[in-house]
C-alpha cells in the first residue's frame, strides 16, 4: 500500500485538473453505516420497500421510519473524518478542484470543500410533496412522522429515491468534471449504482487516470481505475496528502 499512496502523490502532483467521486465508503469511519457489504443499510433493510420513491407515496410513515432511525440519527452525529480532512487539504494545496458525492450526509461541506455536487441531493433539507416548499431539516420538529408542510403536504428529504431522476444540473455539472480532469480519485463507492457508477467512465474516456480507494475490489478495479488502493478512505488519504507535501 506504501508504494501505491507515493504513486498517487506523484500522479497527484503531476495532475492539472483533479476531481473525485465518492461513495459511503469515505464516510463509514464518521459512523455511518454503507449501503452494501459489511454492516450495509440494504444487507437488513429491502431498499425496494423503503428507499424507492413508489415505497415513499405508498406509506411515507414505514419509510419515515427508517430514515429517522437509520439515516438521520447516524447523520445528526457524525463528524467529518481524517478521509474528508484529506480531500479538503488537496483543495486547499490547489489539486482537487470538484467533489461529486453520492453521500448526502454533507461531510465534505463541513470539512471545508467548497465545490460539491450533491448527485443524490442531501438530507439536510426537506421538500414539501404538494407544494415543493423547502425547509432546513434542523427546523423540522420529526416528533411526528411525516412531518407536515404548513400547506399539509407531507414533507420528504430532499435526496433522491430509487426511480428519481438525477436533478439535470447535477447531471451536467458532473459530466462537465469528469471529462475536464485529468486525475479522478474514487473513494468508497462499490460502483454499482447508475448513472453514477458511469462518471469514472466517463472520465477515463476523456483520458483521465482512474485512482481507486476501497478495502475491496469493485467493478471498476482494473478495468476502468488505473490502480486500486486496497484501504480506509482516512489512512490512505492521510498517506497522500503527507507524500504530496514531499513532493
Ligand atoms: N474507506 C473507503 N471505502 C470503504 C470504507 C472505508 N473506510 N468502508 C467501506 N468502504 C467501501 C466498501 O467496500 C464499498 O465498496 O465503500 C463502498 C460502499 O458501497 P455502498 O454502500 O454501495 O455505497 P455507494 O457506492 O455510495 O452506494 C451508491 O446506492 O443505495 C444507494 O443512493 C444510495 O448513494 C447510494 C448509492
Not at 420529526?142 to 420528504?156: A, F, Q, V
Not at 447531471?171 to 463507492?189: K, N
Not at 476501497?214 to 480506509?232: F, V
Request: aromatic share 6%; proline share 6%; hydrophobic share 40%.
Amino acid at each position: 500500500m506504501k508504494e501505491l499512496i507515493r504513486r498517487a502523490a506523484e500522479d497527484l502532483a503531476a495532475a492539472g485538473n483533479v476531481a473525485a467521486l465518492t461513495g459511503a465508503g469515505i464516510s463509514v469511519e464518521s459512523g455511518i453505516p454503507p449501503f452494501r457489504g459489511k454492516g450495509g443499510l440494504w444487507e437488513r433493510f429491502d431498499p425496494m420497500e423503503f428507499a424507492h420513491i413508489d415505497a415513499l407515496m405508498r406509506d411515507p410513515v414505514k419509510v419515515w421510519k427508517i430514515l429517522v432511525k437509520k439515516m438521520k440519527e447516524p447523520l445528526d452525529r457524525a463528524k467529518p473524518n481524517d478521509g474528508h480532512k484529506g480531500l479538503a487539504k488537496l483543495e486547499a494545496q490547489g489539486k482537487l478542484k470538484t467533489i461529486i458525492t453520492q453521500n448526502m450526509d454533507g461531510l465534505h461541506q463541513a470539512a471545508g470543500n467548497t465545490d460539491v455536487i450533491e448527485y443524490h441531493g442531501t438530507f439536510a433539507w426537506q421538500r414539501c410533496m404538494d407544494c415543493h416548499k423547502k425547509y432546513e431539516t434542523r427546523k423540522v420538529d420529526i416528533s411526528e412522522i411525516p412531518p407536515r408542510c404548513e400547506c399539509g403536504g407531507i414533507l420528504r428529504p430532499d435526496i433522491i429515491f430509487f426511480d428519481e431522476l438525477i436533478p439535470a444540473e447535477a447531471m451536467w455539472r458532473s459530466r462537465q468534471a469528469a471529462t475536464d480532469c485529468d486525475l479522478m480519485l474514487v473513494v468508497g463507492t462499490s460502483a454499482v449504482v447508475q448513472p453514477a457508477a458511469m462518471i469514472p467512465v466517463i472520465a477515463k474516456d476523456s483520458g483521465a487516470k482512474i485512482v481507486e480507494i476501497n478495502p475491496e475490489r469493485t467493478p471498476l478495479t482494473n478495468k476502468i481505475s488505473d490502480y486500486l488502493i486496497m484501504g480506509g478512505a482516512g489512512e490512505v488519504l492521510n498517506g497522500i496528502v503527507a507524500a504530496l507535501e514531499k513532493i
